[in-house]
C-alpha cells in the first residue's frame, strides 16, 4: 500500500488533535511570515525614501517628527521656516544641493505638496501619463493617488488643509496635468504643484478679498534653486544633500546652534527607528518561536501516542512483509505531512494577514505595504517546518521500527 495514503489516512483517523496540532504550527509560522515581510517592506520602503537625503531642515520640535512627516509623509510637520532662511543656508558652502517643500493641505489622504523638479528627479521618478507641472495650479499625481483617488488626466480637485474635509480650500481649484509611474516611494502618495500655487492658496484662504488673485509664476533663484518670493513666505522642510563628508559633521550643528531651525539626520533617525521597533519585533518573533516548539512537543505526542494504538496494525505490517525501514518511513511522513500542512496553511495566512494590514490599516497602506510579495526566505522556513516534524517523529518513528511482531500478535489488540 502506497506509504502517503496510508500515512494520510491515519492523520484523518484523529481529525480534532492533528487540526489543533496543524493550527497551532500555522499560527507560528504566520507570526513569522508577517514580520518577515512588514519588516522587508518596511526597510525598503526606508532606503528608497531615503535616498539621495543627506539631511532634513525644518522648525524645531522632534527631529523623529520631522523625518517622518518631510520623507515618509506620515506625520504632521513640525511648523514652518521662513523662506529667507531657508535661502541663507542654501548658500551655505557645504550645502551641494536643496529641494523645498511646503506642506499643509491633502486631497483626501493623499498630501499636497509644494516643490520643484528637483524632488521627483531625486528618486527617478517618470510619467505614465501627461507632462510634469508648470504653471499656476497644475499638479502631477501619483500612482496611487489616480487610482484610489479617482483622478485622472484632466480631472480638476481641491485641497483641504491638513486633510480636513470642513476646510475645504474651495476659491481655487487644481488640475490634473500628469500622473508619474509607481515608484515604492512616498512619491506614489502625493499631489506635487508648485510653491508658489500653496502660498497662493492659503494667502487667500485668509484674505477674502483676493479670493482670485492669479498664482504668481513659478520662479526658482538660480544660486539656490528655491522659489523666488517674499523673504517672509513659508516653506515647512528642506532635503539637503551635502557638499563634502565634512558637512555631515558640521550643518547640522550649525542649524541647531546657529539658528531658528532644526536639522535632522535621516540616517540617525531611521536606524533609532528600527532600533524602536526591533523590541516589538523581538517580542513576537519569540512568542511565534515558542508557537512553533509547542507544536513540535504537541506532535510528538500526538505520534507516541498514537504508535502505541497502532501497534497490533504496525505488527499485522511486518508480518505481511513490510519491512522495519518501512515502517520508520510511514511514522516519519505521518510527521512531515502534518508540518507541511501547517507550513503551507502558516504561509497562506502570514501573506493574507499582510495584505489585511496593508489595506485597512491607513499608515500601513501609504507605505504600499502588500501581502503579494514572496520572499525567498519563506522557503527556508518551509524547511526549517519540515524539520520540526521530522524532529517530532524520529521517536516514534524509531519504537515503530524496534516493534517486537511476535510479542505484540501474541498479546493481540
Not at 515618509?72 to 551655505?92: M, S
Not at 492658496?201 to 504668481?216: K, N, Q
Not at 518670493?229 to 546657529?258: C, E, H, W
Amino acid at each position: 500500500m502506497n506509504l502517503f495514503y496510508l500515512s494520510w489516512q491515519y492523520i484523518k483517523s484523529k481529525p480534532v488533535s492533528n487540526l489543533l496540532n496543524v493550527l497551532i504550527l500555522a499560527l507560528g509560522t504566520a507570526v513569522i511570515i508577517l514580520l518577515m515581510l512588514v519588516s522587508h517592506q518596511f526597510e525598503d520602503k526606508l532606503l528608497k525614501n531615503t535616498k539621495g537625503i543627506d539631511l532634513v531642515v525644518g522648525a524645531k520640535g522632534s527631529p523623529m517628527q520631522l523625518i517622518l512627516s518631510s520623507i515618509f509623509h506620515i506625520d504632521n510637520p513640525t511648523g514652518n521656516i521662513k523662506l529667507g532662511e531657508a535661502q541663507t543656508l542654501a548658500r551655505n558652502r557645504m550645502v551641494k544641493s536643496v529641494v523645498p517643500l511646503a506642506l499643509g493641505d491633502s486631497y483626501q489622504w493623499f498630501k499636497i505638496v509644494g516643490t520643484t523638479r528637483r524632488y521627483p528627479e531625486q528618486y527617478g521618478a517618470e510619467l505614465a501619463q501627461g507632462r510634469w507641472w508648470a504653471t499656476g495650479l497644475e499638479a502631477t499625481i501619483g500612482a496611487r493617488v489616480a487610482t484610489e483617488g479617482g483622478l485622472q488626466l484632466g480631472s480638476p480637485f481641491v485641497g483641504a488643509h491638513g486633510g480636513d474635509a470642513e476646510n475645504v480650500h474651495g476659491d481655487h481649484v487644481y488640475q490634473v496635468v500628469g500622473i508619474m509611474k509607481p515608484t515604492g516611494t512616498a512619491l506614489d502618495n502625493l499631489v506635487l504643484t508648485n510653491v508658489q500655487a500653496v502660498w497662493a492658496v492659503h494667502e487667500t484662504h485668509s484674505e477674502a478679498d483676493s479670493a482670485h488673485a492669479p498664482v504668481p509664476a513659478p520662479g526658482l533663484d538660480t544660486l539656490t534653486g528655491l522659489p523666488q518670493g517674499d523673504s517672509t513666505k513659508d516653506l515647512t522642510t528642506l532635503l539637503i544633500k551635502y557638499r563634502s563628508p565634512m558637512a555631515a559633521i558640521n550643518l547640522p550643528r550649525f542649524v541647531n546652534s546657529q539658528t531658528n531651525m532644526q536639522a535632522a539626520s535621516p540616517a540617525f533617525e531611521v536606524r533609532r527607528l528600527f532600533d524602536l521597533l526591533g523590541i516589538g519585533l523581538g517580542v513576537m518573533q519569540g512568542f511565534a518561536y515558542l508557537m512553533v516548539v509547542i507544536s513540535m512537543l504537541s506532535i510528538f505526542l500526538a505520534l507516541y501516542n498514537a504508535l502505541k494504538e497502532r501497534r497490533y496494525d504496525l505488527a499485522m505490517m511486518r508480518s505481511l512483509g513490510s519491512s522495519r525501514a518501512r515502517l520508520f518511513a510511514l511514522v516519519v511522513l505521518e510527521g512531515l505531512l502534518l508540518t507541511l500542512v501547517g507550513g503551507l496553511l502558516g504561509l497562506l495566512l502570514g501573506h493574507l494577514a499582510t495584505g489585511l494590514l496593508g489595506h485597512y490599516n491607513e499608515q500601513a497602506g501609504q507605505t504600499g505595504l502588500t501581502g503579494w510579495l514572496f520572499l525567498p526566505l519563506e522557503l527556508a522556513w518551509l524547511g526549517l517546518c519540515l524539520g520540526v516534524g521530522l524532529v517530532a517523529a524520529l521517536i516514534p518513528a524509531y519504537l515503530a521500527y524496534r516493534t517486537d511482531i511476535a510479542n505484540v500478535l501474541a498479546q493481540g489488540r
